[in-house]
């Protein structure tokens, strides 16, 4: 299972998700549900702005973990 690891990197870089979403020009809502793991998908471009406004490289923020199992 994919993990997405964006909630650690906020609180890193002590930023809101609320500013974050601004930022990176996705819904809050949006965002939240990357945030919490039920996102199916994230676009590069989507991925490229939140390592960008994060400064941080996609292995920061994605982490596959094994044999873990998706919560339907």
């Given at each position: ?11 890193k870089r ?21 945030k ?19 400064n941080?490289q996609?292995g ?13």
């Amino acid at each position: 299972m994919i993990v997405v690891n964006l909630d650690v990197m906020m609180a890193k870089r002590k930023i809101s998700a609320g500013e974050l979403a601004d930022k990176i020009g996705i819904t809050p809502a949006n965002l939240s549900i990357l945030k919490n793991n039920k996102a199916k998908a994230i676009r590069f471009s989507t991925l490229e702005e939140v390592c960008k406004v994060l400064n941080c490289q996609p292995g920061d923020l994605l982490e596959y973990r094994k044999g873990e199992q998706e919560n339907e």
